[in-house]
């Protein structure tokens, strides 16, 4: 799992990985990192947040705070509880290529192991995040 956050300068304010081996679906892992973004924007005190993601299942599901009862609904649900104190929030589908920092973020540590990074991003993934930066403007 992969995540960075941005504020709206493109500056990063945290970064963050955790690598797990584990089975699930594509689109519980991408909830199980969605889980994970959300907690860290509440920890570093984030109010108004736009959430990207490449998986349009989650983006959908997130959306319409729909909940049913499979393992993904079990991950949303965690989710959606986390997302209750922030001011605004929005559910962002991005292309493959619009999630390449996180990608390569999730690729950089070894099993086991979770990293942060505050007000900046590890030299490996710094390339991606100015691209994507640049992207923006």
């Not at 599901?61 to 729909?66: D, Q, V």
């Not at 991950?75 to 104190?85: G, H, I, M, Q, R």
């Not at 493959?96 to 540590?109: E, K, M, W």
């Amino acid at each position: 799992m992969g995540d960075v956050a941005r504020n709206d300068k493109g500056e990063v304010i945290f970064a963050a990985t955790r690598r797990v081996q584990a089975r699930w679906p594509i689109e519980v892992a991408e909830g199980k990192a969605m889980c994970l973004a959300v907690k860290l924007a509440r920890c570093y005190g984030c109010q108004n947040i736009i959430f990207e993601t490449d998986c349009v299942t989650i983006v959908n599901r997130l959306s319409r705070s729909a909940v049913f009862f499979s393992d993904l609904d079990g991950v949303l649900e965690d989710v959606l509880f986390f997302c209750k104190d922030f001011v605004s929030i929005r559910w962002s589908h991005v292309l493959r290529d619009g999630n390449t920092v996180a990608h390569h973020l999730a690729r950089l540590i070894p099993f086991g192991v979770e990293q942060r990074w505050e007000r900046h991003c590890p030299t490996e993934v710094a390339p991606y995040v100015l691209m994507d930066a640049l992207s923006y403007d």
